[in-house]
């Protein structure tokens, strides 16, 4: 973002309170906005530095269990479904795979935890904040595409500075498949109104960057916590920090793609 937009309008930047989850459209076919860009965005490790408070209570609820969770499998689990993660790390630790009651009752237990954590101490990453405010003020669709339960979302959508421009929402809990399938980034786009192909998204996993890719969307990497260059090779972009991108430079990213 520009200095002269950040004086501006830093006196609005932060006018809007954070919004609930309630009152962000969920459903229904909105319009479709042919001539406007719209930007998706993850949810942990790309608007909050999460991966701290994750590794505690992933930690915590496999120490429950007997298992001593790998830094690999936290690297491996992150930004991926609780049944996924759960189905695989304990058939890896040598127990049998837990059944669709015993996933829920883990799942919940770690996500309490989690949701403890944010609201102690809520890390929002550096620049999401303005990002937010950078693209609403440039007239661009803002969503989150996460593969967060709901109860997640909810916690954060509350805590976030922003929140308010979001215009959509998709949430673990709504899809099928998660990620690297695309269909949290195209449900995303449906509930926009924009087309995929003017979408970009911005994502700090490697299987989110091929979620993104296989949408037809372009697609942002921030190196986040625990991220490499390497692992976020494909996307169209590769940043350090959110604080490297306004509505301008992802604008420009559609023309060489």
């Known amino acids: 973002m520009s200095m002269e937009m ?19 459209p969920l459903s229904g ?10 930007a998706i965005f993850d ?8 991966y701290d408070a994750h590794h505690r209570a992933w930690k915590a ?3 429950a269990h007997d298992i001593d969770l790998t830094p690999a499998q936290f690297d491996w689990s992150f930004g991926r479904t609780n049944p996924a993660i759960i189905e695989r790390i304990w058939p890896d630790a040598g127990l049998p795979a837990p059944d669709e009651a015993s996933v829920s009752d883990i799942a919940d237990a ?8 944010l609201e102690r101490s809520f890390p929002t990453m550096p620049g999401a904040p303005e990002l937010l405010a950078d693209l609403d003020l ?17 916690t954060a959508l509350r805590l976030l500075p922003e929140a308010g421009r979001l215009q959509a929402t998709v949430c673990g809990d709504e899809v099928v498949r998660g990620k690297p399938d695309p269909e949290v980034f195209l449900l995303a786009a449906e509930r926009l109104g924009v087309a995929p192909e003017r979408c970009v998204v911005i994502e700090d996993a490697g299987h989110g960057i091929a979620a993104a890719r296989a949408a037809g969307m372009v697609s942002v990497g921030l190196v986040s916590t625990g991220r490499t260059n390497e692992e976020l090779a494909h996307a169209h972009l590769v940043v350090q920090e959110l604080t490297e991108l306004d509505s301008r430079r992802l604008a420009a990213l559609f023309d060489h793609r």
């Open 61 to 63: 609820v496999c120490r």
């Open 43 to 50: 949810l942990d490790g790309t608007l909050i530095d999460s």
């Open 110 to 117: 770690k996500e309490t935890d989690f949701r403890n954590e």
């Open 138 to 154: 440039a007239g661009w669709r803002l969503a989150i595409g996460t593969s967060a339960p709901q109860g997640n979302l909810k």
């Open 6 to 24: 950040e004086s501006n309008e830093h006196s609005r930047s932060f006018a809007r309170p954070p919004t609930s989850l309630e009152a962000i």
């Open 29 to 38: 076919r909105p319009p479709v906005h042919d001539a406007t860009f719209a």
